[in-house]
Structures are given as C-alpha cells and as structure tokens.
C-alpha cells in the first residue's frame, strides 16, 4: 500500500532518516538518499534563531533536490516567531514542515520547547493549528508519547494534532523523561495506528536498529512509515540493508568492509570541502567513532583512539587505509 504526504508518494513500507543535530547535514542526508531512504530531514532549526537571522540556522535551510523529497524541522515555544519562521522555511521549498515536539535534550526541552511541549498541550497545539494556516506546504509533527510513563497522552494528542491538520505524525516510542534509555515502546504508536479515527500516516521511531527491526515495526505495529535515528551513525547504507530485506531481497554482497570504508572516507571528503578541514573532520568522528564496521577488529583501541585524535584529512586518511591494509 502506498503511504503518502501531500501529494507526495512513497510506495509501501517507506524508511525515512530521523532529523538530528550534528547529524543530518546536507552531505549526510546525500548519502543516506542514496542508499535508499524515502525521505531525509535536516538538522533542527530554531525559530527564534531564524527569525534572528542568525547565520549558523539559516544555513541550515541549504536544501538541492537531489536529496528530495526533503524535510525540514522547527522547533520553537511561541506561536508568533514559529509561524514566521515556517513562512520563512517555505521559501526554501522543503516538501514537509516538520514541527518538533520530542527532543528531550535539556537545552531545548528544559527551555519549554522541543519534548518541553508535551507539558503545554493547549500551546503546542495553537502552534500547530497557526503553522498549518500560514503555509501552503505539508506540516507534520514528530513527538515522543508523552512526558513520563504516568502521562502517556499520544493517544489523544494525535488526534488532537490530526484535527489542527497535520498531514502525517511521527511517534518515538519513548517518553521526555526517559530520554534515550531503556527500550521503545511500540504499542502506543500500534495502538494510534489501529484507532479508526486517525485517517493520516502514523510513522514509527525508536530503536530501529536493523533491517529485522524495521520489518518488525511494520509487521507487528501496522505503522505507514519507519524513522531510523541513531543507528544511521556510521552507517548511511543501513537504508539499503534495510530496503533489500523489506523487498525481499538477499543482502547485497559487494558491501563488504572495503565497500563500507569507501563510503565513510567519501563522507569525510564531503564534510571537508563542505565546511573546512579541521571542523570537517570534527563532524565525521562521531560517525566514524559509532560506525558497527570496526567493532569485533582485534585490538582496535589504539587505532580508534588515534581516528578521533587525528586532526588532519592525510593523517586521518593513512590510519583507516591502514585498517583497511590490516584486514585485507
């Protein structure tokens, strides 16, 4: 069945890229496209910085549209400066508005916005009803399933959100409170899913990990769409892992370790000419420090240590094509 945002469609089973800071710049976001996701989203943008005109968040509208269909994410605590934001968003032409209402990081939510929302219902919802009016593009919502487990409210909140004429909702299993820890809930979002009065598409975010998971969520829990976050960290090509097994397809055999080492270099070359050497290399070791390819090598420690002190793209570069010699 094809699921669909707007006029947009997606085919069945679609794996979309979960927006997140640090993480899902334009050169990330290629790569995972690339690999097969169905929709990739940018790094959060903050209303107020836009509406500040501070640079750091308007290069983050930078959108091309070989990563399309494209997304970006708002998030803010006031009405006003989040409709004139998203007008300024529309500008750029992303084909979704996605407003943020589950980060749970201190910074964000601590300061009532993000996650911080789920403990102002009547406020997050007269954002989302004015943001919806003031633009022409789909809207959709990312939230988390309420604040702490005594306050699981998703069930009425999505319908709540469907009636301020949101186009779809992406759920994390998980409350504000519980941050990142412990595992995803998925039967709330099953249960949203399953309510015959939610017309728009349900996606599922939390704790997919693997292609099995993905599989899983769709299976077990009905949703229209999968949301992978933290498990993409060094590994783009979960996308195509993913779509192969959905499509009942063998794993393809050419991503091997050289393969998968390519594709981590390309990410390093790309953030170096995006940005500059020493900020660009900064960017990628958090990839190339979570990346599942080295796990398992012997006695990798000080080579891992050596990746995340190298601070130049030749010394960078002569360490991972030496692993790569080592393994050969």
């Not at 015959?196 to 969520?217: F, L, M, Q, V």
């Not at 892992?241 to 370790?257: A, T």
Request: glycine share 8%.
């Amino acid at each position: 069945m094809t699921m669909q945002i707007g006029d947009i469609s997606f085919g069945d089973k679609p794996v979309f890229l979960a927006p997140m800071e640090d993480v899902t710049d334009i050169g990330f976001r290629q790569l995972c496209k690339r690999f097969g996701a169905s929709m990739v989203y940018t790094e959060f943008v903050s209303a107020e910085a836009l509406v500040r005109s501070v640079n750091s968040t308007v290069a983050k509208l930078a959108i091309r549209d070989e990563e399309r269909p494209v997304g970006i994410q708002l998030y803010g605590r006031d009405v006003d400066s989040m409709v004139e934001a998203a007008k300024m968003v529309e500008q750029v032409r992303p084909d979704v508005i996605d407003l943020n209402f589950g980060c749970p990081v201190k910074k964000v939510a601590g300061k009532g916005a993000g996650a911080g929302m789920l403990r102002n219902i009547p406020l997050l919802l007269d954002i989302t009803r004015e943001v919806v009016k003031a633009v022409k593009v789909p809207v959709t919502v990312k939230t988390r399933l309420g604040w702490d487990l005594e306050n699981i409210i998703i069930g009425d909140l999505a319908l709540q959100l469907q009636d301020c004429g949101i186009s779809a909702l992406t759920i994390h299993g998980r409350t504000r409170s519980q941050m990142y820890t412990g595992t995803a809930n998925w039967q709330p979002i099953a249960q949203v899913k399953n309510d015959p009065r939610i017309h728009i598409p349900i996606i599922g975010n939390g704790d997919i990990t693997s292609p099995e998971e993905a599989k899983r969520a769709f299976d077990d829990f009905g949703v229209d769409a999968v949301m992978v976050g933290r498990a993409t960290f060094g590994r783009p090509w979960i996308f195509r892992e993913i779509r192969r097994f959905l499509d009942g397809e063998e794993p393809d055999e050419k991503m091997d370790f050289s393969w998968k080492l390519d594709v981590l270099e390309e990410q390093l070359r790309i953030n170096v000419e995006r940005i500059d050497e020493y900020r660009g290399i900064l960017h990628t070791r958090r990839h190339l420090a979570a990346s599942p390819i080295f796990k398992g090598i012997p006695n990798f420690r000080s080579t891992r240590i050596a990746i995340l002190r190298a601070e130049r793209m030749d010394e960078l570069m002569a360490i991972l094509e030496d692993v790569r010699r080592q393994l050969a």
